[in-house]
């Protein structure tokens, strides 16, 4: 062997000695790296040379900005990649701008209805009960018979009192009204109980002018009454107003202020008006009084009309109500019983009973024979009359 392959050789060994120190020095420097949690990677960067003076922290840094840039880029070539998809595809773009509005459209409702109210449970209102008026009704003790007693009022010739009733309106003229109730039905049905309570006098004739419900005129029902010799006619009469503040009975007679049969209609008419008014105050209602019946000329629209209805004298002006007025021209008392009004609660709340009505009626009678001096019987039996007792001594004897 010659002495440069010694050489050679030689050099050789001392490298691969140095390799193998160098080798085992990295190894027990990694091991050690590790235990302190420095990689390799790390490692080779930190011991890297750094050109110019860079820092290690200059090089992390940069790695931050080249990984953001990274993303950006790929971001941006997604969002050029759609743009170009859609532009390139029209249909699809439409598609897809009709499903960028739904879902703006479902997203602003949702934040203009705000928060879903759960439904509530509807709660009905109780009707408000109206307190119901009671009305005050006093009924008058039953009599079973009358008693003639003397009075300044005559009677027919035949001794025989009639007296004619007359239930207002009727058939298609129906009358006040409230509610159910109609005046021509409450009419009617006030003369047939006052005219059961008249006939328990056995020397008294009671007519109706109608008996059901059907049409008559004033003129008719003022005829019939003569055709029967009447001493009395009573037309019966519920009032109404607008004014609801009005209530309880009125009647009305023949005015006094016209010389007309004055004698004939006038007294009579105004006493049998006072003697059923104090009956029917005794039922409750209110007294409005008795009134002369109102002049025809007071409610006249012209002269001509004024001139037409006088009476038979050519001076006197008649009387407003036909009943008094046609009455009147034959020497007849004629009445208007008003017994309440339907306008008024009260009176109302009364004449949805029976008994109420049956009472009025029975109050008409009673006024109408205290007229004519029949008191009922039990009144004699119970009271000392006082000037009477020689005069009255048996319901037979009179």
Not at 246 to 273: C, D, F, R
Not at 294 to 311: A, G, I, P
Not at 317 to 330: G, P
Not at 371 to 390: A, K, N
Request: with cysteine.
């Amino acid at each position: 062997m010659s002495r440069t392959s010694e050489k050679r050789n030689t050099s050789q060994k001392t490298n691969t000695g140095k390799a193998g120190q160098t080798s085992g020095s990295n190894r027990s420097g990694s091991a050690q790296n590790s235990k302190r949690g420095i990689s390799s990677s790390e490692l080779r960067v930190r011991h890297r040379p750094t050109a110019r003076g860079i820092t290690p922290r200059e090089i992390d840094a940069h790695k931050t900005r080249g990984a953001a840039s990274a993303k950006n880029n790929a971001s941006d070539t997604l969002i050029t990649r759609i743009i170009t998809f859609f532009l390139n595809n029209r249909i699809y773009a439409i598609a897809g701008a009709l499903l960028i509005l739904i879902v703006l459209t479902i997203l602003i409702a949702t934040c203009c209805s705000g928060p879903k109210e759960e439904p509530q449970e509807e709660v009905q209102e109780q009707p408000v009960q109206q307190q119901q008026v009671v009305p005050q009704i006093n009924l008058p003790k039953q009599t079973t018979a009358y008693v003639k007693t003397p009075s300044q009022f005559s009677i027919g010739e035949d001794n025989v009192l009639c007296i004619v009733l007359d239930p207002g309106h009727g058939g298609e003229d129906s009358g006040a009204w409230a509610d159910e109730l109609e005046e021509k039905d409450l009419t009617l049905r006030v003369a047939q109980y006052c005219k059961e309570e008249l006939e328990k006098c056995p020397d008294i004739k009671v007519y109706l002018t109608r008996t059901g419900d059907y049409d008559m005129t004033l003129p008719e029902r003022v005829e019939y009454a003569v055709s029967v010799d009447a001493d009395l006619l009573v037309s019966l009469h519920i009032d109404n107003l607008d004014e609801t503040t009005e209530h309880g009975a009125t009647i009305y007679y023949p005015n006094s202020t016209n010389t007309w049969m004055i004698e004939q209609t006038v007294p009579l008419g105004k006493y049998a008006a006072e003697c059923i008014l104090s009956e029917l105050i005794g039922l409750g209602l209110r007294s409005n009084g008795v009134r002369e019946a109102l002049l025809f000329h007071d409610t006249c629209s012209s002269e001509e009309e004024w001139e037409r209805y006088r009476y038979d004298d050519g001076l006197d002006v008649t009387d407003y109500y036909a009943i008094t007025r046609i009455a009147r021209r034959e020497g007849l008392p004629g009445l208007v019983v008003e017994h309440c009004y339907l306008s008024d609660e009260r009176d109302t709340a009364r004449l949805r009973f029976d008994s109420f009505v049956q009472a009025l009626g029975q109050a008409d009678a009673r006024g109408i024979l205290a007229c004519f001096g029949y008191v009922p019987i039990e009144d004699i039996e119970s009271q000392v009359i006082s000037g009477f007792d020689d005069i009255i001594t048996s319901p037979a004897e009179v």
